[in-house]
Each structure stands twice: as C-alpha cells, then as structure tokens.
C-alpha cells in the first residue's frame, strides 16, 4: 500500500496501522485487512472513475439494510478519495463456514428484511449491480420496473457489445406482456439486490451479516432467484424463510425470469461464457 495513503488513514482512524494484509475474493476492487493496536479494518481500494460513487452508494445500502434493523452489516468508518484512488473502510468481520444454525439465522432475518416496504418500486438514487450502474428510476408497478430498469438496461449493453443480437433481445411490450399475469400483487419491499455466496458473512459468534449490497425496493424473491443461480446456501435457509414468506404457485417461473437479470449482468461483465443460460431463459419465457 501507498505510503501516502497508509498515512491519511491512520488519520482518519486516530489511530495508526501497524499491518496490512491483501484479502482474497474481489473482483472489481482490492481489498485489505487493517491492523491497528485496538482494531481491525476491511479496506476497499478502487483507482477507476466510477469507484468513489461505487463506494458512496455501497455505503449506502449498507445503511439501508443496517436501518431496517433485521440482519446486520459491517459499519461503515470513511469512504473518499486520496492519490487518485477511491476508498471504503469498514468495521472488519471475523468469519466462519456457515452452520446448519448459521444458515436458518441467515434465512429468518432476510425474510425479516424482506418486510421492510416503501410505496414505490425503486429507489431515490441509482447504484450499481457489480461495476454496472443499476438503474432505480421509481414506479408504482413492478412489471414495467422489471421490464425499464432491470432487463431493458441490460438487454440493450449487450446488444452494444455484440453479445446478443437485436432479434434475440424481446422488446420492453413483449416483456411486460410476459411478466404482467405473473407479477400480480407484489408489493415493494427492500431487497439486498446481489445475494450470492460472496455477499454475506457468518460472524465467528454465529450473526450473519450482509455485504457489497445493491439495494432497492422491489419483489423479495428476486433475492432468493440470486442465492439459486450459483448455490451456497443450504436447505436450512430456504426452510427457514419460507417459513416466513411462503412460495405461490407462480414462484418457480419468477425464479428464473428474475435469475436472467443476473445472468445478463454477467454476460455484460465477463462476456460469451453466460450466452447459453441467457438464451435458454429468453427462448423458454419471450
């Protein structure tokens, strides 16, 4: 790490650091553990041009999802920017793998967060799902929300990067023409946004915490869609929350039509290796 930079933050923490060790796992931004004499830290460090807005609205949905007073998150200690590099310090979290107990704790308090409702879909400013901006422009109906701001965005990068052609990619009318009958008395309600394997933690006392969210309000099972695409959550989890929020007869469809979302974000991001899942769900449902 930069001199210069170690410097700034042992001022803004009052205190100095006596280590700093890289931390395996992101692949957008570095990351680094902290040392102080009474403290740990997890750094984020990010050079790019949208990474300070990346951070400030990760910060952000941190507090959202910490104010709904469900499931915990890291506390946020300072986010800017210093020697051309965008920053994020945060509390550090000593982890654990999961327990059976540890994954029903998890699955509950989402399912306690899931309750957390607004009168809009959306949310008052856009993030970012991953380095993509994520568009949250609000609305009162959750099909055109999914159709506008979820697959229209994507589907339309993908066209400009050659990865989908224009007669692969349904039409927003198609779209909300599919969804509507499925999407019938969903009300908004604060969802984490990315919720894969990477994106919670299990403390070593047992409390999960959520992290890298892109929050807004918009249909919980959006979030259960995430945590199916790419496993690491157990039978206990999924028990637990439906415990809580129970499925309907149209929940496995929305399922998938919500996991193309995720799966359009990754073909924006790492290209042809996602083209397959993506046309597999277009040709089943549009």
Not at 211 to 236: C, R
Request: proline content about 5%; overall charge neutral.
């Amino acid at each position: 790490m930069d001199q210069g930079l170690k410097y700034h933050l042992s001022d803004l923490l009052s205190e100095s650091i006596i280590k700093v060790s890289p931390v395996l796992g992101g692949d957008i931004s570095k990351a680094y553990r902290m040392d102080t004499p009474n403290s740990s830290y997890f750094l984020k460090l990010n050079p790019t041009g949208d990474a300070l807005k990346m951070f400030q609205t990760e910060a952000f949905g941190l507090q959202c999802i910490d104010n709904s007073n469900t499931i915990k998150t890291p506390k946020v200690v300072a986010c800017g920017k210093v020697k051309g590099s965008a920053f994020l310090v945060m509390e550090f979290i000593e982890s654990k793998p999961a327990s059976s107990k540890d994954f029903e704790t998890l699955g509950r308090q989402l399912a306690q967060l899931h309750q957390s409702s607004s009168k809009d879909f959306g949310l008052n400013h856009d993030n970012f799902i991953g380095s993509l901006p994520q568009s949250n422009t609000l609305h009162t109906n959750w099909s055109a929300f999914f159709a506008q701001e979820r697959l229209g965005p994507q589907l339309e990068l993908a066209k400009q990067k050659h990865l989908l052609s224009n007669h692969e990619c349904p039409t927003e009318q198609n779209i909300t023409s599919v969804v509507e009958p499925l999407f019938k008395n969903i009300r908004p309600t604060l969802v984490h946004g990315d919720l894969w394997q990477g994106n919670y933690l299990i403390s070593k006392c047992g409390t999960p915490y959520l992290i890298d969210p892109a929050v807004y309000f918009g249909h919980h099972e959006v979030d259960i869609a995430m945590t199916k695409l790419f496993g690491g959550f157990s039978n206990n989890f999924y028990t637990a929350y439906s415990s809580m929020i129970p499925n309907d007869e149209n929940t496995t469809i929305r399922l998938e039509i919500y996991q193309l979302y995720y799966l359009l974000v990754h073909l924006n991001l790492f290209g042809k290796l996602y083209y397959s899942n993506v046309m597999s769900i277009l040709k089943k449902y549009f």
